[in-house]
């Protein structure tokens, strides 16, 4: 199983950006897939997650009305639409995936739970 994330960067405030995150060796409908990010002296947060077993999302609070789950099943892709970005958003974010049959998609963004992980990718929003 490989899960490989793109489309990071530098933008400034205000701005987007969309990550993709490349599922190989699972099926999507088998898997929650979320988003993570982590910023050097903070805890790991669940910033989104969507449900492979009915395509159901969840957002942490500081992200809602900005970001957006989606997947692509054609391309075992999940993106993450980010719009408005703030400098509090830049962080390493890190695609991962659970087996459906472990927890709920909302407790997989809570609870970190997760069975394959990518390597990450860097965020930077600065002016």
């Known amino acids: 199983v490989q899960l490989v994330e793109s489309g990071g960067g530098l933008v400034q405030p205000g701005g987007s950006l969309r990550l993709s995150c490349e599922a190989s060796?699972?099926?999507?409908?088998?898997?929650?897939i979320g988003w993570f990010r982590q910023v050097p002296g903070k805890e790991r947060e669940g910033v989104s997650c969507?449900?492979?077993?009915?395509?159901?999302?969840y957002y942490a609070e500081s992200v809602k009305g900005r970001f957006t789950i989606s997947r692509d099943s054609a391309k075992n892709t999940v993106y993450l639409q980010m719009n408005n970005l703030k400098p509090e958003d830049t962080g390493e974010y890190y695609c991962?995936?659970?087996?459906?049959?472990?927890?709920?998609?909302?407790?997989?963004?809570?609870?970190?739970?997760?069975?394959?992980w990518g390597e990450g990718i860097l965020v930077t929003v600065s002016s």
């Open positions: 991962a995936a659970l087996d459906v049959k472990k927890m709920s998609a909302q407790a997989f963004c809570v609870l970190y739970g997760m069975d394959y």
């Open positions: 060796g699972l099926f999507l409908d088998d898997y929650h």
């Open positions: 969507l449900s492979g077993r009915d395509g159901s999302t």
